[in-house]
């Protein structure tokens, strides 16, 4: 059996949310005691929050929502990159492009340690011009452990931009604290969510034999 990899992170009250938005909630509907059953919960969730696709609707009002979402993106073999080193942005110079070649999804690992207790203003983001260079690649998904490709200030989210004009996928918020940079399986499909701009994912890496 080959090893795998929760790159997720786990939803709960305390999850960090984007600055202004209500937090992840978890509620009970029905509890198992007399007369009843079953438990039964259900849940309230900011689509940014946690470890989520940004479906193209997210930065282009005519964009694929996650439901209609191809899924192939978001399954198949992925590099992990180190880019511990990379300060504020991740620029073309922080990348190691010789390991990029050949490779159809491209992961970032941006922290030393992910903020999983609270939210963390000032996240690597990705230069738009590292976004175009992958997407000229044959790159077709992009993911980081950071909360946003963009700054959390910006509003021209260039680096949104930048995927779009390359037609590739996004994945934020993951957790690759753990995972040694190199050559995997990915697998995080997003939720089929009629109009939403965004789904959470269960990301998972599973090693190559
Ligand atoms: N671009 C960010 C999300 C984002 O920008 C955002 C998320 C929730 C509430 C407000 C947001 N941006 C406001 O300018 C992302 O892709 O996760
Ligand atoms: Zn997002
Ligand atoms: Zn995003």
Redesign the pocket.
Same mark, same amino acid.
């Given at each position: 059996m080959s090893r795998i990899w929760d790159i997720s992170q786990p939803l709960h009250a305390a999850v960090p949310?984007?600055?202004?938005?209500p937090v992840f909630a978890l509620h009970s509907h029905a509890v198992i005691g007399d007369g009843c059953p079953v438990n039964v919960g259900g849940m309230f969730t900011? =689509?940014?929050a946690g470890t989520?696709g940004?479906a193209p609707l +997210?930065?282009a009002n005519d964009g694929a929502s996650s439901a209609d979402c191809e899924l192939d993106a978001y399954i198949g073999p992925c590099v992990l990159l180190d880019v511990r080193h990379a300060r504020g942005r991740v620029e073309i110079s922080d990348i190691d492009w010789a390991a990029v070649e050949g490779a159809e999804r491209v992961l970032l690992r941006t922290y030393e340690q992910f903020p999983h207790e609270q939210w963390d203003s000032d996240f690597t983001a990705i230069a738009n011009d590292v976004i175009a260079r992958l997407g000229s690649m044959g790159v077709r998904l992009i993911g980081t452990d950071a909360?946003? =490709?963009?700054p959390?200030q910006?509003?021209t989210?260039d680096a +949104?931009q930048a995927v779009k004009a390359a037609d590739m996928r996004?994945l934020?918020?993951l957790v690759l604290d753990d995972v040694p940079p190199g050559r995997y399986e990915l697998v995080a499909l997003p939720l089929r969510i009629v109009g939403a701009d965004?789904s959470p994912v269960r990301a998972i890496l599973r090693e190559i034999a």
């Amino acid at each position: 059996m080959s090893r795998i990899w929760d790159i997720s992170q786990p939803l709960h009250a305390a999850v960090p949310v984007w600055p202004g938005e209500p937090v992840f909630a978890l509620h009970s509907h029905a509890v198992i005691g007399d007369g009843c059953p079953v438990n039964v919960g259900g849940m309230f969730t900011p =689509l940014h929050a946690g470890t989520h696709g940004d479906a193209p609707l +997210h930065y282009a009002n005519d964009g694929a929502s996650s439901a209609d979402c191809e899924l192939d993106a978001y399954i198949g073999p992925c590099v992990l990159l180190d880019v511990r080193h990379a300060r504020g942005r991740v620029e073309i110079s922080d990348i190691d492009w010789a390991a990029v070649e050949g490779a159809e999804r491209v992961l970032l690992r941006t922290y030393e340690q992910f903020p999983h207790e609270q939210w963390d203003s000032d996240f690597t983001a990705i230069a738009n011009d590292v976004i175009a260079r992958l997407g000229s690649m044959g790159v077709r998904l992009i993911g980081t452990d950071a909360a946003s =490709l963009d700054p959390e200030q910006s509003k021209t989210l260039d680096a +949104h931009q930048a995927v779009k004009a390359a037609d590739m996928r996004i994945l934020e918020g993951l957790v690759l604290d753990d995972v040694p940079p190199g050559r995997y399986e990915l697998v995080a499909l997003p939720l089929r969510i009629v109009g939403a701009d965004a789904s959470p994912v269960r990301a998972i890496l599973r090693e190559i034999a």
